[in-house]
């Protein structure tokens, strides 16, 4: 048996995780840590699948890529005033 790979988000929501796959339209799975939510995400996909073969329709090709950009943890806040231009740091929580 052949299997093709999926990217998945997993998102942490207020009762553990969610997860989707931008490719295959209305299939989700959650769980109570990120490792049971990939999980349970694979087995819905299977599921999904399977319900898509029986329907006739065909199996979405993975054509997402994922990759991650850095950003510094803190970034110059730039103030204008009148003529006067103001810069401090502000990190992402909003400190100063």
Known sequence: MSSK???????????GFSAYSPDVAGCAAVGDTEDETRRNFREALEFHFEGMKLAGEPIPESSTSVDYVEVPRSTPLVQRRGGEVTTQLRSYDGAR
């Open 5 to 15: 790979r999926y990217s998945v988000i997993i998102e942490r929501t207020s009762t």
